[in-house]
Nanobody, 121 residues
Framework: QVQLVESGGGLVQPGGSLRLSCAAS????????VHWYRQAPGKQRELVAT???????NYADSVKGRFTISRDNVKNTVDLQMNSLKPEETAVYCC???????????????WGQGTQVTVSS
């Protein structure tokens, strides 16, 4: 059973926008935190944005003012809106979430399979 699925990646021109979505299985009733990471070929994985239950968000300095993370608790999704994209932001983008299947229940860490974002003219 797939627990976490990313979508929305693709090819975009420099300066363009993409919206990524991280969808959690309906069995999860509490999503405590979601992190969006990216990893370019030959580079270390980089934390891009974080959303913590209750409304706290955090961003890497390199994306502040251009990326926005947001969640929809009804749909169990956390999106990453990416604007003014740069070629060096070409990478596989993955979401990572701490989730529980019951309120007050054990929370576990889950990873999606990743989605490719290519910024190129």
């Amino acid at each position: 059973q797939v627990q976490l699925v990313e979508s929305g990646g693709g090819l975009v021109q420099p300066g363009g926008s993409l919206r990524l979505s991280c969808a959690a299985s309906e069995s999860f009733v509490v999503i405590y935190a979601v992190h969006w990471y990216r990893q370019a070929p030959g580079k270390q994985r980089e934390l891009v944005a974080t959303d913590i239950l209750g409304g706290h968000t955090n961003y890497a300095d390199s994306v502040k003012g251009r990326f926005t993370i947001s969640r929809d608790n009804v749909k169990n999704t956390v999106d990453l809106q990416m604007n003014s994209l740069k070629p060096e932001e070409t990478a596989v983008y993955c979401c990572n979430a701490l989730m529980a299947t019951a309120v007050g229940g054990q929370a576990n860490d889950y990873w999606g399979q990743g989605t490719q974002v290519t910024v190129s003219s």
